[in-house]
């Protein structure tokens, strides 16, 4: 697909309310990320624009990017040390497989939407917010692309 269709397909907008609807229920963060590049390994990919987005830099290391490669098709969801070492590899690839049925029927938004709210309830379950404290948004919540 050409990633200037998959842009224009996708509701920023709701994008962007859905990642601040998870975030408001706990301590971490999520973003999204388009590449108008070509990748072979989606993963991998996902991993070095974890680290050139500074998702890294989260208090609690509770980060996690959805990463999309609409020219391969492909897509990742990884998630920082913090969340991974409490919810494991089988819990990204469930949520890519939420994704993955809205994405094969053209709904994009709605796959986008969907991994953001699963990805959510794992970071509330494990990073709920802080009573005594204010819920700080530590990395942007807009959709970013390169």
């Known amino acids: 697909m050409k ?10 907008e709701r994008v ?3 990642i601040r609807a998870a975030e408001c229920r706990s301590a971490g963060e999520i973003r999204v990320h388009v590449t108008t ?12 624009q974890f680290e050139a987005l500074g998702m890294t830099a989260t208090a609690e290391r509770n980060g996690i990017l959805i ?11 990884i998630g920082d040390i913090g969340i ?12 890519a497989q939420a994704m993955s049925a809205d994405f094969k029927a053209g709904r ?4 986008i939407v969907k991994g953001v709210a ?3 309830e794992v970071m509330a379950a494990h990073f709920p917010c802080a009573i005594d404290k204010p819920n700080i ?3 942007s919540d807009t959709v970013s692309e390169d």
Do not use: M
């Open 137 to 139: 948004n530590e990395l």
């Open 67 to 77: 990463y999309i490669a609409p020219k391969s098709q492909k897509f990742a969801i």
């Open 84 to 95: 991974h070492a409490r919810c494991g590899s089988d819990f990204w690839h469930g949520v």
């Open 118 to 120: 699963k990805a959510g």
């Open 108 to 111: 994009f938004t709605d796959g």
């Open 3 to 12: 990633v200037k269709s998959f842009l224009e397909a996708v509701d920023h």
């Open 16 to 18: 962007v309310e859905a």
């Open 37 to 48: 590049k070509s990748v072979d390994d989606a993963e991998k990919a996902a991993a070095a």
